[in-house]
């Protein structure tokens, strides 16, 4: 359409090489050599079978978030709940965990439905609060998040405590038929990982190839006149907020069988505000939403590092992130400024 | 003070918009751009305005030439721009929406705003809201405007739509005046009466090319030959079938706010039959419409869609029950904007749960071909003209239909485009389709109406057989004076 291919490529590269060059002027200033520590950050992530599959497990839970982020931006809606959906469906697949007798297939299989479900409810909560009540889906995903994350806590220190102590460092681990198996002497359950590729490819199928693909973003376009030709407008919300709210239900089920093996306090752990700016950046198209929230998960696993080699402070990799969502974000409304679609009536 | 344009050029995708127009207009010209729609007339005066950056080309003012960045920098270069629909802050009074824009105090600014006024002989209340005052009051506030931030040059889109016809009278006497102390004044319009009575010279485009200019007045058959690369047709109107049963009806119905809504209206539509609705803007056309297509909701009253109550349902209820309605905001309310026209026709025609895109291409092609919709199946519908996105409202529209509501139908669109789009909508009734419009075009109304409903602060005031009517009645009635 409009734009050459060079400037679709300066749009990629240029927010990373001005993000770069602000991370190393940042390390500068905190004298560490630049260079040294992004290489570090590097090897943290990708050298190694066991950080590499510590990174490939941050990427999971984020991936999937991110697909279901995709149908609720499709529909228009600002999803910003989805820290909490994420939290509800951990509660809901420790409470399958806690309660679930029998062998490992069916209390997994519980496990991840009950996540769905736990996080489909908070979904749809916003849904109808938005529908029906008008109430802005961002405050109200917001209220519900706080609601999620206050149970959580009560939970963990409260009916779910450990057997003597109430400590906020979580629940008891789960037994071990709820954790999902993992492979190559590492931390990496394929299931996981599986779990994640086959739902952004669905995703993607979905809202290239079906009615309700096109349905959503008939309604994220303009809800009036979607209605008008014939698309249910209000029950296509509510299905788009069912279908994130329970994929971030999914993500909090991985993060507690694959990752954490326990209900904690910070279970979601600012994943679901990593997704909205990894499908930001991904311009809400779900085939940029895997690659970018690797690039992601991969800062934070490996900035770890920088702690461990350099005694900074890991939180430097949140500000690389930080730094590379502002400036991405920047240089594509700049670059459609410049091409005047920004400015078309 | 000479505006020259030199070889601007304007692509939206594969559409040249504007392909290398040229123009040069002495200081006191009373101007015209004419053309059919998607002729690049809109995008060439947003580049004047600088709503819109040109790919190539000069605008050159007075020898200078002048960058055209923004419409703040068009203004401070001296060009004005009154939009269709005036851009005023409606919560704000007048006195607040003159300033805007301006460093100067309230006090000045105030009496600055009345003395301008007056002189074109404008009656403006500062401390009016602007929500109260009429579209003609708001176009004079906005031209007082832009004449005090200095401006050389102005340009108007269509001003006489929704403007009363004294309204008008005072418009053009307002720009003879200015042309005559030396503003350059382009007048954007479809109405080649107006054009012919206002303007001194005229330049004609077709496809985004200069295509001819001609000094004014002209005749009106001349002009449209030039406009068209064929002469326009108006379709013949076969007369109403008398014998349709009922198919809608409103009894006493109250429903839209205060200001724009209807008041206990009583209406009955036949099968096969054409309502006009006519009024000044906002005197109830618009809920009544709404109203019947079930996205107002209704305070009083009953609706009935042949013979079934449907008071209070959805607009997709009324939708399945076989009323359509082509909304006047069509970008607002009737088309999605960022989804191709391809996506469109799929959405209204397709019922299958997964997409075969290959076929829905097909079917769009077959729809612009069987619409004549400037675009390609990969246009998004908020990349097309207006007459083209009308065009394409029209071919979303189902087959099989009971009732068809349509707001201002060719507002925006040229003669032949007009003709088009009615023939179309006439063929429907052979299937008993019931029309219900509403124009601001009195010659509309009595040409393609059998009946003719007038709004006054809406109530409907008087009904009317189109045959036995003529412009002038209409016009009084409009007004809200009935006669005896």
């Known amino acids: 359409m409009t734009g050459s291919i060079g400037a679709r490529i300066a749009g990629l590269v240029a927010p990373v090489i001005v993000a770069l060059a602000a991370t190393i002027g940042l390390l500068l200033l905190a004298d560490a050599p630049p260079f040294e520590a992004l290489k570090l950050i590097g090897e943290g992530a990708f050298s190694g079978k066991t950080r590499f599959a510590d990174t490939l497990m941050a990427w999971a839970p984020v991936a999937i978030a991110g697909a279901g982020l995709v149908v ?4 228009g809606l600002w999803n910003i709940g989805v820290e909490g959906q994420i939290v509800a469906g951990a509660i809901a697949a420790s409470l399958a965990a806690r309660t679930v007798p029998g062998d490992r297939g069916l209390v997994l299989t519980v496990t991840l439905a009950g996540g769905v479900i736990g996080g489909a409810l908070w979904g749809g909560a916003a849904g109808v609060l ?15 998040g706080f609601v999620a994350q206050a149970f959580a806590t009560y ?14 460092s979580g629940t008891e681990p789960f037994r071990p038929e709820t954790w999902l198996p993992t492979a190559f002497d590492t931390r990496l359950a394929p299931i996981a990982i599986g779990l994640a590729l086959a739902i952004l490819i669905g995703v993607g199928l979905v809202m290239r190839g079906t009615r309700f693909g096109l349905r959503l973003r008939a309604v994220g376009s303009n809800p009036a006149s979607a209605r008008l030709l014939g698309v249910p407008a209000d029950a296509t919300t509510m299905r788009a907020f069912l279908v994130g709210g329970g994929l971030a239900g999914l993500a909090g089920a991985v993060i507690v069988t694959g990752v954490q093996h326990k209900l904690v306090p910070a279970i979601a752990g600012g994943r679901g505000f990593l997704a909205v700016l990894v499908v930001l950046l991904a311009g809400y198209r779900v085939r940029w939403v895997g690659p970018i929230a690797l690039f992601f ?15 900074l402070d890991s ?12 400036s991405a974000v920047l240089f594509g409304g700049w670059f459609a400024k410049r091409q005047g679609l920004g400015r078309q009536t | 003070m000479t505006l020259s344009v030199e070889g601007i050029t304007k692509r939206f995708g594969n559409l040249v918009a504007n392909d290398g127009i040229s123009l040069e207009l002495p200081a006191g010209t009373l101007h015209s751009i004419l053309g059919e729609n998607g002729a690049g007339k809109s995008t060439l005066m947003k580049i004047l305005s600088g709503i819109v950056s040109p790919d190539s080309g000069w605008v050159i003012l007075d020898g200078q030439p002048i960058a055209l960045g923004s419409p703040e920098q068009a203004l401070a270069a001296g060009i004005g721009m009154l939009h269709q629909e005036p851009l005023v802050c409606l919560p704000f009074t007048a006195a607040e929406n003159f300033r805007l824009g301006s460093r100067r105090s309230v006090a000045a600014s105030t009496a600055e705003l009345v003395e301008t006024g007056s002189r074109f002989g404008f009656r403006l209340d500062p401390a009016a809201v602007t929500r109260s005052l ?31 016809i004294n309204q008008r009278r005072e418009l053009f006497a307002a720009l003879h005046r200015l042309a005559g102390e030396g503003l350059t004044v382009l007048f954007v319009s479809h109405k080649l009466e107006e054009v012919n009575e206002l303007c001194t010279s005229v330049t004609v485009l077709r496809r985004g090319r200069v295509v001819g200019t001609s000094a004014l007045p002209r005749r009106e058959e ?10 326009s047709l108006i379709p013949t109107r076969a007369p109403a ?21 209807i008041t206990r209206a009583d209406l009955q539509v036949n099968e096969g039959e054409v309502v006009g609705l006519a009024g000044l803007e906002g005197s109830g056309q618009g809920s009544l419409l709404r109203a019947l297509a079930g996205t107002a909701s209704i305070q009083r009253g009953r609706v009935t869609i042949g013979g079934r109550d449907v008071t209070h349902r959805t607009a997709q209820r009324a939708a399945e029950a076989g009323i359509s309605f082509l909304p006047g905001g069509r970008l607002e309310e009737g088309l999605l904007p960022g989804l191709t026209i391809t996506e469109h026709i799929e959405l209204a025609s397709n019922s299958a749960r997964f997409l075969d895109w290959d076929a829905a291409r097909l079917r769009a092609i077959e729809a612009i071909d069987a619409f004549r919709i400037k675009g390609s199946p990969d246009s998004a519908a908020d990349q097309l003209s207006g007459g083209n996105q009308q065009r394409l409202l029209l071919a979303l529209l189902p087959p099989k239909l009971k009732l068809l509501l349509m707001e201002h139908p060719t507002r925006g669109l040229d003669l032949d485009s007009a003709a088009y789009v009615w023939g179309r909508l006439l063929e429907r009734r052979k299937d008993g389709t019931a029309i219900i419009f509403s124009s601001a075009d009195i010659d509309e109304l009595l040409t393609y109406s059998d009946r003719i409903l007038v709004l006054f602060e809406g109530r409907i005031i008087a009904r009317l057989a189109a045959r036995d009517t003529d412009a002038e009645e209409v016009g009084t009635l409009i007004g809200g004076r009935v006669t005896a």
């Open chain 1, 72 to 75: 609720t931006f499709a529909a």
């Open chain 1, 130 to 144: 938005k529908v029906k009540g008008k109430v802005n889906e961002i405050f109200g995903g917001i209220g519900l």
């Open chain 1, 155 to 168: 939970l963990i220190i409260g009916p779910w405590k450990r057997s003597g102590v109430a400590s906020t």
């Open chain 1, 297 to 311: 998960a991969a800062i934070s696993v490996g900035s770890s590092q920088l702690q461990l080699r350099l005694d």
């Open chain 1, 315 to 326: 939180s430097l990799g949140a500000v690389i992130q930080g730094l590379l969502v502002l």
């Open chain 2, 134 to 164: 009429s579209i003609g009051e708001r176009q004079q506030l906005e031209i007082v405007r832009l004449l005090a931030a200095g401006i050389k040059v102005l340009i108007l889109d269509e001003p006489t739509s929704g403007i009363t």
């Open chain 2, 222 to 231: 001349d002009l449209v030959e030039m406009m068209f690369e064929q002469g």
């Open chain 2, 241 to 261: 079938t008398e014998n349709g049963g009922v198919v809608a009806e409103l009894i006493a119905v109250s429903s839209g706010d205060e200001r724009t809504g």
